[in-house]
């Protein structure tokens, strides 16, 4: 069975600092997401990273794929208070089932 | 082009009672997927299905759950004589083919609460 293990579980950000989140998996994949979502809200996709050395970027965010060590990170640049929420990697297995971390919570303060 | 509908938004059931979820897959999109989310946890897969349909059923507990996704109408997933432990987030995700590059997109979940 794929396991993902996502650390930390809550991360409490000062805004305007860099940090990272960490997600590790058992089992060979070839395509890991990640989503973030708001409270009692569904999951928004944020990134698709299909292969090792994969680097994906948007605004703030910045997603990277090591398959050789089974580890995404996603990086957070000058954290701003919107980005408060959970955020989910995913990691896929056969054609469509997606495995998901616990999620990190993340609330940015002032 | 609308999302993945889901409704119920937020449904109570006492224990006993049957509880029934529907998702309307995005337009074009013929593979649906369920997936449960307990209290902060990450979500689990439950079914895939196609029209008419199961294509994987291993994350379905195997009593009082079934889902189907008919030739016309949303997908249904159907929990009978619901207990407290049922009480979770259900999500639906739909994409447009079976291709590991392709994103699932998500509905806005509907929440079960049993009392």
């Known amino acids: 069975e794929l396991k993902v293990e996502q650390n930390p579980l809550f991360l409490s950000m000062q805004e305007g600092k860099n940090y990272t989140i960490y997600c590790n998996y058992s089992?060979?994949?070839?395509?890991l997401y990640w989503y973030r979502q708001d409270p009692g809200k569904s999951l928004e996709s944020l990134f698709v990273l299909l292969s090792n050395g994969a680097v994906k970027q948007e605004g703030r965010l910045m997603a990277s794929l090591d398959t050789k060590a089974r580890l995404s990170t996603l990086h957070i640049t000058a954290a701003v208070h919107d980005l408060s929420a959970t955020y989910f990697c995913?990691?896929?297995?056969?054609?469509?089932?997606?495995?998901f971390g616990a999620g990190t919570t993340v609330t940015v303060r002032a | 082009n609308a999302g993945v509908m889901q409704n119920p938004r937020h449904l109570v059931r006492r224990r006993g009672q049957e509880a029934r979820l529907r998702c309307s897959p995005m337009k074009g999109h013929s593979h649906v997927y369920w997936y449960r989310q307990l209290p902060e946890e990450g979500l689990k897969f439950m079914v895939y299905?196609?029209?008419?349909?199961?294509?994987?059923e291993s994350g379905m507990p195997k009593e009082r759950f079934s889902a189907e996704f008919p030739k016309e109408g949303p997908s249904i997933l159907r929990i009978q004589q619901v207990v407290r432990g049922d009480s979770a987030a259900y999500f639906c995700?739909?994409?447009?083919?079976?291709?590991?590059?392709?994103?699932?997109?998500f509905g806005p979940g509907t929440r079960l609460l049993v009392l």
């Open positions: 995913a990691v896929g297995s056969n054609d469509y089932k997606l495995s």
């Open positions: 089992t060979t994949s070839d395509r």
């Open positions: 299905l196609q029209k008419e349909n199961i294509i994987d």
């Open positions: 995700a739909s994409s447009p083919l079976r291709d590991t590059q392709e994103t699932q997109y």
